[in-house]
């Protein structure tokens, strides 16, 4: 099951396997894509559908060092040479827009850009700077609803250049602390205005980028990310979570988006997503469903697509040692181990040097 076709009215895919998007800050020239980012995804091409790393849609949203953009030309023909790789294997590529918010420090920022947020309250913790090394995250500005009109704007002017790159869509990264979903959790978003205050504002934000974007490059072409539960950057559980939540899923698939990625962040020790409710959101979106979160090998895939869990699962860290991951689960080959220490790093050590397997050797 894992391994046949998928088709659905937004995607038609060669198999069921999603290669979730990863954090790899590789783009070290002004935040452009590569020829080694090319070399990267295409030897991953054997998913069905690739989501690219979480890529700004903003000078602002750039948090972190060597993060990639879309919000110029020099962006587009660099993922031109991503996407193209792709598509001759026969994958299809979404990229997912992440606008770091206040997960961020100026230093990380091109001249002219500033850390901005739903309210004026620096994250805890510290930060990654190539510059200075670890820092404490830089205090955001609160953004004005002027700000936010303006940050529509740039999602959509991303979905527009993500089309011109030649992606097959866009993943709204609405999960994870980031920019969407600082706005979505109650534990950040303090505001009393239009923006905040209940859970209707909460959402507002969101929907009208899911709305601006669909609007722009279709509807089928914008996948969205979401992480109830999730507590990463200081994000974490609120009263009225579960009925906001099923609320947004409803509006978003009154859209007809592509899908809905759920992230279960579980396995690696935050809340368990209840079962109840993964199955209400489903429901309540009523479209393509991605099940991701704790998947590390074909059996675990398998069970949840025979159990209903979802219509695709994605694959995370087993995608960063093995890029040949497919070819390596249908013949029940051991998988390489990931080296953490070239996670985040500059170059090719521990990003595609990683070797493929010997076909023979099944475990």
Do not use: C
């Not at 396997?17 to 894509?33: H, W």
């Amino acid at each position: 099951m894992l391994f046949e076709p998928f088709t659905s009215p937004s995607l038609s895919l060669k198999n069921r396997v999603v290669m979730a998007p990863l954090t790899r800050n590789r783009a070290v020239d002004a935040n452009t894509p590569n020829d080694l980012a090319a070399e990267y995804y295409t030897q991953r091409a054997g998913a069905g559908l690739i989501i690219a790393e979480g890529t700004s849609p903003s000078p602002n949203g750039l948090g972190y060092p060597r993060m990639p953009g879309l919000f110029n030309a020099a962006h587009v023909a660099g993922w031109h040479k991503v996407t193209d790789g792709v598509h001759a294997q026969g994958a299809k590529i979404f990229v997912q827009l992440m606008h770091a918010g206040r997960v961020s420090h100026v230093a990380n920022l091109p001249a002219g850009a500033e850390v901005v947020g739903p309210v004026a309250l620096a994250l805890e913790g510290e930060i990654y700077t190539d510059a200075h090394g670890m820092q404490p995250h830089s205090t955001p500005r609160a953004m004005t609803e002027a700000d936010l009109a303006h940050a529509v704007s740039e999602y959509v002017n991303a979905a527009r250049l993500a089309l011109e790159a030649g992606f097959d869509g866009i993943e709204l990264h609405a999960a994870n602390g980031y920019l969407l979903d600082q706005f979505l959790n109650a534990n950040v978003n303090t505001r009393i205005d239009a923006y905040g205050g209940s859970a209707g504002n909460r959402n507002r934000f969101v929907l009208e980028v899911a709305r601006a974007t669909a609007a722009e490059i279709g509807a089928a072409r914008v996948g969205i990310r979401l992480s109830p539960y999730g507590v990463f950057n200081n994000t974490g559980a609120f009263n009225g979570l579960d009925e906001q939540y099923l609320t947004l899923a409803r509006e978003l698939g009154a859209l007809k988006l592509a899908y809905l990625h759920l992230v279960d962040h579980s396995a690696m020790g935050a809340p368990e997503v209840p079962a109840a409710f993964k199955t209400g959101l489903r429901a309540a979106f009523g479209g393509t469903f991605i099940a991701s979160g704790g998947f590390f090998d074909r059996d675990s895939a398998e069970k949840a697509l025979r159990e209903g869990r979802g219509d695709l699962v994605a694959f995370g860290r087993a995608w960063l040692a093995n890029p040949d991951l497919i070819e390596r689960m249908k013949a029940g080959i051991k998988l390489n181990d990931p080296d953490p220490s070239t996670f985040y790093t500059p170059g090719a050590k521990g990003y595609t040097d990683y070797p493929r397997a010997d076909a023979g050797n099944a475990a």
